[in-house]
């Protein structure tokens, strides 16, 4: 037993000596480079890095022009008011094109529908966003958002009238 294992390590030695020698034989009878293939152009010299401390001040300013997230009122001083939307202008069908609700989102004034439309022509769909109050393309007005059904009513109904739930999806029972 102990003779076949010798053989096969013998073997197997053999093997890897002969798959070196033929490496080594390829790689010193190759030719020199291919006159084809150039050579990357070579990049100037590293420059150091100028580790100076920034201007805070200048980049405060700069930051209070862009009103990058809406701080550029100093600490103390009244808050301006935003200028609260109208109604959403109702858009006729042949504006809109076919539509659909495909969600609801949130961006801090109050979930809202989200409205694909694809407009007659457009290669791309349109998104339209409509909050309590607005209308959507068919004319109903939203009356409350919620985050798995939007409630409408039917155009110049009474307010206290029957609601429509559109449901975006339903629980699994």
């Known amino acids: 037993m102990a003779g076949?294992?010798?053989?096969?390590?013998?073997r197997?030695?053999?093997?890897?000596?002969?798959?070196?020698?033929?490496?080594?034989y390829g790689g010193w009878s190759r030719a020199g480079p291919d006159p084809l293939v150039g050579a990357a152009a070579r990049g100037g010299a590293w420059q150091p890095i100028d580790?100076?401390?920034?201007?805070?001040?200048?980049?405060?300013?700069?930051?209070?022009?862009?009103?990058?997230?809406?701080?550029?009122?100093?600490?103390?001083?009244?808050?301006?008011?935003?200028?609260?939307?109208g109604p959403a202008p109702v858009l006729a069908p042949a504006q809109t094109g076919p539509w659909r609700i495909v969600g609801t989102a949130d961006w801090g004034q109050g979930l809202a529908a989200i409205i694909q439309t694809q407009p007659p022509g457009a290669?791309?769909?349109a998104?339209?966003?409509?909050?309590?109050?607005?209308?959507?393309p068919d004319g109903r007005v939203v009356?409350?958002?919620?985050?798995?059904?939007?409630a409408a009513r039917p155009a110049?109904?009474?307010?206290?009238?029957?609601?429509?739930a559109i449901r975006l999806f339903q629980p699994q029972r």
């Open 156 to 164: 110049g109904a009474a307010a206290g009238s029957e609601e429509q």
């Open 127 to 136: 998104f339209i966003f409509r909050r309590a109050g607005e209308s959507l």
């Open 12 to 24: 197997l030695g053999g093997l890897a000596l002969l798959a070196l020698a033929l490496a080594a």
């Open 51 to 85: 580790w100076s401390p920034g201007d805070a001040a200048a980049d405060a300013a700069v930051l209070t022009l862009r009103n990058v997230w809406g701080w550029s009122a100093p600490p103390g001083a009244p808050a301006q008011a935003a200028a609260a939307p």
């Open 123 to 125: 290669p791309k769909p």
């Open 143 to 150: 009356v409350r958002v919620e985050p798995s059904r939007v």
């Open 4 to 10: 076949l294992d010798l053989r096969a390590d013998l």
